[in-house]
Structure formats: structure tokens, C-alpha cells
């Protein structure tokens, strides 16, 4: 066993026995006559037991300490027993650490999602028995090599080396595109990160099942739909009829108009659904002249309401992407800020740059939105208030419209609301979608205001 000397100060007692080494000395110079050399020997003999404890302790150190510690004192017992102790911590901590992991292989083998741990070079380090079925990995062949090696999608290999692993990326994992993924990366640690890939084949076939559902529905009803409604209006028209009649012909033909444009809205979402996002168009959009075209269609919304429409625009400000997409995100914006905005209210429209991009803004003095509502705007048929939305004819389409057409042409939509004091609905676009156009003239007047105000 070793020998503690922590009782008291190691240096004391290294300091008693070089004293007592050199007493000897002066003994046995006193009794030889030949000091000097006797002090010498004693120093010798001094330095020969440091060295013979400095080489026990070295070779304790390349045995691994897995051996008891040599017996030793004083300022060498105090760092042996340091040592010891360190060692003895490590070693109940390595075993610590070896049960989490083998509870971490345990729990990840047991998963069904595939789960690949990825080095810094996403050269892949281990991976669960899910990741052998659904990724078709091979163990040990393709330990070591890079996942985007064997994970070519562009999709994927995009995702992987952007950086930006805030959303999961979905992409087939053959040509045939009959099995479809969805995956996760979660960095971690010292440049390591933990790839989580599943199976969204059924949820993919299901969410395609109800597109074309949609699509074949509404597709079938529009043609009926717009026969009745003509002879809706046919008949209304009809001067022999009792006013009665006449009203409830009003009331079946407004309605009738209802149902063609969320047929109308839904054929809409559809498309966007189902279009390809790489075939999108890509020329350039004007959009000053798109949102000078949506407000002569407002005038005819707004009509005697006594309402107030400002437009601030940057006339040189164009947009590359899709013209009637576009057209539609930006139309269902300002149509809900007016039905959504008392009679005399403001509706401002705003259209302009700065270093994070473009941003098309609609601001409204209207009813406003509590704040529980807010995150749910943008799903189908939602509605805050279900009665005055039937009243003023909205579809409960138009926000997840404008969703997808925004997620199509990689921009994003915020909504600012306080209940009592309007809203505030803005569509940022990255740098990369600007276009500058027109003359120098029009650029340096910057931003152009138009209002209106209905008569």
C-alpha cells in the first residue's frame, strides 16, 4: 500500500530527510577527516533515491497503473497519491460514460428511424440496424466514408452542406422515387452531428391521394356549378317574378358564386401543391405594375366604404418568380385587409428593399387578431370568426395560398396583430430573388406613393 504522508507537509518531510543526508555527511567527515567528500556521497546518495523514486513512478505510469502504487513519502507519496486518485476518478467515469453509450447503442438500435452518427467531414461512425433496411448501409464496409457518397439527391446533399439544419428535407432514395425520406440532422458535440432519417413513403401517398381528391372534386363541381348559376342569374333576371321569389334567387345565386370561387381557391392550392417548384418560372415580375393591377381591383371591393388605400412602392423593384403566383399571394393579402377593416379605416401597402431583401407589406387598421389565433391563420379553412367570415365571403383559402406560393419562391410570411388596432401581414424575399429594373430616373426617386381614397 502507499505510504500517505498527507498527515503533514511533504515538503517538510523531503526537507528532514535531505537535513538528515546531510548530517550523516558532516558525521562521517567528522569522523573520517574528509568532509567535503563525505558531503558529496551524501548528496549522491540523495539524488540516487530521487532518481530511484522518479524511475518507480515512471514505470508505474507505462504499466497503465492497473498495478498497486509504489510505497513511497513525502513529496513523492503526496504526487503518487494524486495521481492515484485522478486515475481512480477517470476510471469510474470512463465506465460511467461506456454504460450511457451502450444504453445510447441500445436505445438507437431499437429505433425504427435509421440513426447515423457523422463526423465532421459527415464521414459516417456508426449507425443502428434501421439505418442497414432503409439506407441500405453495409457495416464495416461504409464506416468511414462520407454519407453524401452514398446519399447522392441533390435535395439532400444540398441540405447536408448549407448549415441550416432547422427543417427536416424530404427526398426519394432511389430513381424510382417509390420510397420517399424525410431527414434530420442535429449537430452535437465537437463537430459531430446525429443523422435521423425516416419512412414518409405512406404519408407522401396519402397527402398525394388527397391532392388529387381535391383536384378531381373540385375539378367535376365547376362545371355543374357554373351551369346553375347561370340559370340562377337567368331567372332572377326574370320580370314576371314576386319579389320573394326574386330575393331567394339573389340569395341561391350569391351563394353559388361562393362555392365556384372555393372550388376556384381550391384548384388553386392543387396546383401549387403539385407543381414542380424547379419548373417554376423564373423571369423577371414587375411587381409595382402586378400591385398597381390589384388595386384597381380593391376599388371595386372598397366602393362606398369610405376606406383609405395608400400604396408605397419602389417602382424600380422587380421580383424573379412566377407572375400569377405572385398576382394570387398578393391579391388575397389586400382583399382580406379590406374586408377585415371597418368603413373609413386605412390600408397601406408597402414595397420596398433593404439589406435582408424584399418585402411586401400590407397594413391595416381593422379588427385585428388575438394572439392565440395567429400561428393557425395559414391552415385551411381557419377561421378566427366563423360568421363574419361566411358574411364578408372569404373562403378560408386565401392564407394558405399565399403560404404556398411564398414557401414556392423561398420567402416567408410574418403577421403582426393586436385585437382592436389591425394587423400587419409582410412577405420577406431573399436578395437572391431581386431584379432592379427601369430607368435611373425611376431608381433614384426611390420609393413612389400613390393614394386613394374611396368616393
Not at 40 to 49: D, H, I
Not at 307 to 324: C, I
Request: net charge neutral; glycine share 8%.
Amino acid at each position: 500500500m502507499l505510504l500517505d504522508s498527507r498527515s503533514g507537509s511533504p515538503w517538510k518531510v523531503e526537507f528532514w530527510r535531505l537535513s538528515g543526508f546531510i548530517l550523516a555527511g558532516l558525521v562521517l567527515g567528522a569522523l573520517f577527516g574528509h568532509l567535503a567528500w563525505m558531503l558529496v556521497l551524501a548528496l549522491s546518495a540523495y539524488t540516487g533515491w530521487q532518481l530511484r523514486q522518479l524511475y518507480r513512478f515512471h514505470r508505474w505510469i507505462q504499466v497503465g497503473k492497473r498495478s498497486e502504487p509504489p510505497h513511497a513519502s513525502g513529496v513523492w507519496g503526496d504526487l503518487i497519491y494524486e495521481q492515484y486518485r485522478l486515475y481512480q476518478r477517470n476510471r469510474r467515469r470512463k465506465k460511467k460514460i461506456a454504460k450511457l453509450l451502450n444504453r445510447f447503442h441500445e436505445s438507437s438500435a431499437a429505433m425504427p428511424d435509421a440513426t447515423v452518427i457523422l463526423g465532421s467531414r459527415f464521414d459516417i461512425e456508426w449507425f443502428n440496424g434501421a439505418a442497414i433496411s432503409l439506407l441500405e448501409l453495409e457495416s464495416p464496409r461504409d464506416i468511414g466514408r462520407r454519407v453524401t457518397n452514398l446519399l447522392r439527391h441533390p435535395e439532400f446533399v444540398r441540405y447536408m452542406y448549407s448549415g441550416d439544419y432547422s427543417d427536416a428535407v424530404e427526398f426519394p432514395r432511389g430513381p424510382d422515387e417509390r420510397v420517399m425520406l424525410s431527414a434530420r440532422i442535429v449537430p452535437y458535440g465537437d463537430k459531430q452531428f446525429l443523422l435521423s432519417v425516416r419512412d414518409v413513403t405512406r404519408l407522401h401517398m396519402l397527402e398525394s391521394m388527397r391532392r388529387d381528391f381535391v383536384a378531381n372534386v373540385s375539378h367535376e363541381l365547376r362545371t355543374p356549378l357554373t351551369v346553375i348559376a347561370g340559370y340562377l342569374e337567368a331567372l332572377a333576371d326574370e320580370d314576371t317574378l314576386e319579389p320573394e321569389i326574386r330575393r331567394s334567387l339573389r340569395s341561391m345565386e350569391s351563394q353559388s358564386v361562393r362555392m365556384r370561387r372555393i372550388i376556384e381557391d381550391l384548384l388553386t392550392l392543387s396546383r401549387l401543391e403539385t407543381r414542380d417548384t424547379a419548373a417554376m418560372g423564373q423571369s423577371p415580375v414587375s411587381v409595382p405594375a402586378l400591385i398597381h393591377g390589384i388595386e384597381e381591383e380593391a376599388r371595386m371591393l372598397i366602393g362606398e366604404r369610405g376606406q383609405h388605400l395608400t400604396l408605397a412602392l419602389d417602382e424600380g423593384l422587380w421580383l424573379r418568380g412566377a407572375n400569377t403566383e405572385l398576382h394570387s399571394a398578393f391579391s388575397n393579402l389586400v382583399t382580406n385587409a379590406i374586408h377585415y377593416t371597418p368603413d373609413g379605416g386605412t390600408i397601406t401597402v408597402h414595397w420596398h428593399e433593404d439589406d435582408q431583401g424584399a418585402h411586401f407589406q400590407v397594413r391595416d387598421t381593422g379588427i385585428g387578431i388575438p394572439p392565440q389565433h395567429v400561428h393557425r391563420l395559414t391552415e385551411r379553412f381557419y377561421r378566427v370568426d366563423s360568421d363574419r367570415s361566411r358574411n364578408s365571403g372569404g373562403t378560408g383559402l386565401g392564407l394558405a395560398i399565399v403560404k404556398h406560393v411564398l414557401q414556392r419562391h423561398g420567402a416567408r410570411l410574418q403577421i403582426e396583430s393586436t385585437p382592436g388596432e389591425g394587423s400587419t401581414f409582410s412577405c420577406h424575399f431573399g436578395p437572391d430573388r431581386i431584379v432592379r429594373r427601369g430607368s435611373e430616373a425611376a431608381r433614384a426617386e426611390g420609393a413612389k406613393e400613390v393614394s386613394y381614397e374611396s368616393m
